[in-house]
């Protein structure tokens, strides 16, 4: 039989076998805790400290200005919830309206403690305009959230303008980097943002660890107490295995960027053209190229109702593929609010297929999956006509 085809790197990654070879001892033989001082908890430390090293590397920053969360999501409230004092949540913040729950529902809470929330419009390509931004900032705005990719729909942001349009107003720009770091290039050397947030299991890491970048001088309010560890911002005993982890998928991705991103953009732009010979209703969503390398979003015109079938046939035929990302399956079958914000109407904001490519993806698994997916349309077209052709018949 032949193997599964696993095409949703969006929601999460295998680990590379080089990260675990790096994590085992960790989980295994140097077990000490980073705080202890004596040989067990210094080479934990030390273990920690070259992880922060690499994980920074993979950014341009330094070591110090990154904080070790338990998640992207974590990274990404303690980013907007530490812009905020703890008395109040006074202020106006402005983020884009197609970010990550992680960033939307942090907004909302602040929103409930007095927070004044701009939702940036997008444009059809799912892109933030820089005069939307100009816009509605004000002398008061605290902090502005817009995300370098987006992960329903791949397109990436124009980051280094929207930061420098915030950062000429004195205010923080944040940036939810998930899904791009060790994808594309971030270097916060020439891109002013603040805050970073990423995420390990989206690079071939493990999960339930991230980090935030916290740009030298910036004061942020800590969410969690306790003794102190993450200078402060962070405090609990480090998950120092999944922080080794993270600093190996970090220095494997920077590595290896280029390379990778080529291999995956060509692969992609094949599925792509093979796609629009077989199935000529198939549609692009999001930007033709200012996209993530592996990153596909398909539509199916006059289908977009039955994607959610699609996806389960194709899960069935040994692929797994998403339907919008993966935090979505709670709300399958409603119109994803990103194509909503994106100008999609109700019926085609439900279908979307996502389809993204990883570091294992070969072409024979690519040229497999079309034919699949190519015989999975196909039969729903045949039953979706059979089903109105029954219905027609009985009503006539
Ligand atoms: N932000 C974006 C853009 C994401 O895609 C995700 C995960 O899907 C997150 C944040 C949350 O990251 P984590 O799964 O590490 O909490």
Same mark, same amino acid.
């Given at each position: 039989m032949a193997s599964r085809i696993y095409l949703d790197h969006s929601a999460t990654t295998p680990l590379d076998p080089r990260v675990r070879a790096g994590m085992e001892p960790f989980l295994e033989t140097i077990f000490g805790n980073p705080s202890s001082l004596h040989s067990e908890g210094r080479e934990a430390r030390e273990a920690v400290e070259r992880a922060r090293a690499q994980v920074a590397a993979l950014l341009g920053a330094e070591p110090a200005e990154i904080i070790f969360t338990g998640s992207g999501t974590e990274a990404d409230n303690l980013a907007l919830l530490g &812009?905020?004092?703890?008395e109040g949540a006074s202020g106006h913040m402005v983020a884009s309206a197609i970010e990550h729950p992680a960033v939307l529902e942090t907004c909302r809470f602040l929103e409930q403690f007095g927070a004044e929330v701009t939702l940036l419009p997008v444009n059809s390509n799912g892109i933030v305009e820089p005069e939307s931004l100009l816009r509605v900032l004000r002398p008061q705005t605290r902090v502005v959230s817009v995300m370098? &990719?987006?992960?329903?729909?791949?397109t990436l942001q124009p980051l280094t303008e929207l930061a420098r349009i915030t950062k000429r107003q004195g205010t923080l720009f944040h940036t939810d980097a998930v899904q791009a770091a060790g994808k594309i290039p971030l270097d916060v050397n020439r891109l002013p943002a603040d805050l970073v947030s990423l995420s390990a299991h989206k690079l071939h890491g493990p999960k339930g660890v991230g980090a935030l970048y916290v740009r030298r001088g910036v004061r942020l309010h800590p969410i969690v107490f306790g003794g102190g560890q993450e200078r402060g911002l962070r405090s609990a005993t480090e998950n120092v295995a999944g922080i080794v982890g993270f600093g190996v998928a970090a220095a494997i991705a920077r590595e290896e960027m280029a390379a990778e991103a080529s291999r995956l953009v060509g692969l992609r732009e094949r599925l792509l053209s093979r796609l629009r010979e077989t199935v000529p209703q198939a549609y692009l969503i999001g930007h033709p190229f200012k996209r993530l390398p592996g990153h596909l979003c398909l539509g199916f015109a006059g289908q977009e109702g039955e994607a959610i079938k699609l996806l389960l046939a194709l899960d069935q035929a040994g692929v797994a593929v998403s339907s919008g990302s993966a935090c979505s399956a709670h709300h399958a079958g409603e119109p994803s609010y990103i194509l909503t914000a994106m100008g999609f109407d109700p019926i085609r904001a439900r279908g979307s297929l996502r389809v993204t490519l990883g570091r294992f993806t070969t072409q024979e698994e690519v040229d497999r999956f079309l034919d699949i997916l190519v015989r999975a349309v196909a039969s729903l077209r045949s039953v979706a006509s059979y089903a109105g052709f029954a219905l027609s018949a009985r009503e006539g």
């Open positions: &812009a905020f004092p703890a370098a &990719a987006n992960n329903v729909v791949g």
